[in-house]
């Protein structure tokens, strides 16, 4: 079973960034897609960024051109860079990982003021 623990999330100003980083707990490889979901409250559960298990990067279109993602396979972690944040950036974000089942981590809150 991956544990999932994600960090970086807080309160920013509209404009500003955060980092947000994702450490799974085991040995994840370039084949197991990893990415962010987020959940504002009253909505659904949507997907931010992911990479494919075959290396390519999707983005939600409400964020294309200010969210980076990234991985660093040695360090079985995910990063999303989040940039000209929007307070309805606001929610809170979910690292995803797939490996055999899909694993998710607890949350952290991004809460972005106008």
């Known amino acids: 079973q991956v544990q999932l623990v994600e960090s970086g999330g807080g309160l920013v100003q509209a404009g500003g960034s955060l980092r947000l980083s994702c450490v799974a707990s085991?040995?994840?490889?370039?084949?197991?897609?990893m990415g962010w979901y987020r959940q504002a409250p009253g909505k659904q559960r949507e997907l931010v960024a992911v990479?494919?298990?075959?290396?390519?990067?999707n983005y939600a279109d409400s964020v294309k051109g200010r969210f980076t993602i990234s991985r660093d396979n040695d360090k079985n972690t995910v990063y999303l860079q989040m940039d000209s944040l929007k307070p309805e950036d606001t929610a809170v974000y979910y690292c995803?990982?797939?490996?055999?089942?899909?694993?998710w981590g607890q949350g952290t809150q991004v809460t972005v003021s106008s």
């Open positions: 995803m990982c797939r490996k055999f089942n899909t694993y």
């Open positions: 085991e040995r994840l490889f370039s084949i197991n897609p």
């Open positions: 990479i494919t298990g075959g290396g390519s990067i």
